[in-house]
């Protein structure tokens, strides 16, 4: 419609298509992107779950460490205290025990960021997978679906219809979760 109303200086094709058969198309596409986007969401969230586990284990056992060097770092002053160790020896051992504690405070604030990266990955995914359960067994394409779904549908002639779909940031980022730590 648009290429007969601005003419010849549109690159719009200027032949009219049926509602029906445009609907047909983008809800063709439509199942096909649910159905995609309902098996990522799947794996990508069980991959940011399994994530989490993993990354929360290795925090319990770098607060577990950290808790032993402070703890070390409390018997060498009693050892200094007691005059078993010079103060030579209290001073170095200590500043050895604070620059492991340094580097292991570091790793656990790394862990944290990391833990909330797979949350928020969780999360996108879980919410994707509810989206996409809600619409996948639809026989017919409704506004809501396409409200949900569709940013924009453009049609070059019969045989060619693009449709760009919304959350297509979010979609990058479950399948490049996917794919992290794969190579």
Do not use: P
């Not at 609907?23 to 794996?43: F, G």
Request: hydrophobic letters at 35%.
């Amino acid at each position: 419609r648009h290429g007969k109303q601005v003419g010849r200086h549109s690159r719009c094709c200027t032949e009219e298509y049926s509602v029906k058969h445009i609907e047909e198309v983008v809800l063709k596409a439509l199942r096909e992107h649910l159905s995609t986007l309902e098996w990522l969401s799947v794996k990508a969230g069980d991959k940011a779950k399994s994530r989490m586990k993993t990354v929360e284990n290795h925090q319990k056992s770098l607060s577990e460490e950290l808790d032993k060097l402070k703890a070390e770092k409390i018997r060498q002053y009693e050892f200094y205290a007691d005059g078993i160790i010079t103060r030579e020896h209290y001073i170095r051992k200590k500043s050895e025990l604070i620059d492991f504690m340094e580097k292991l405070e570091s790793d656990y604030k790394s862990t944290e960021e990391e833990f909330d990266r797979q949350s928020g990955l969780w999360e996108s995914a879980t919410n994707m997978n509810a989206i996409a359960k809600k619409f996948v067994g639809e026989q017919k394409l409704s506004r809501q679906m396409a409200e949900a779904f569709i940013e924009n549908v453009y049609i070059y002639d019969s045989n060619r219809i693009e449709i760009v779909f919304q959350h297509e940031d979010e979609i990058a980022k479950l399948i490049e979760s996917l794919n992290w730590g794969m190579s």
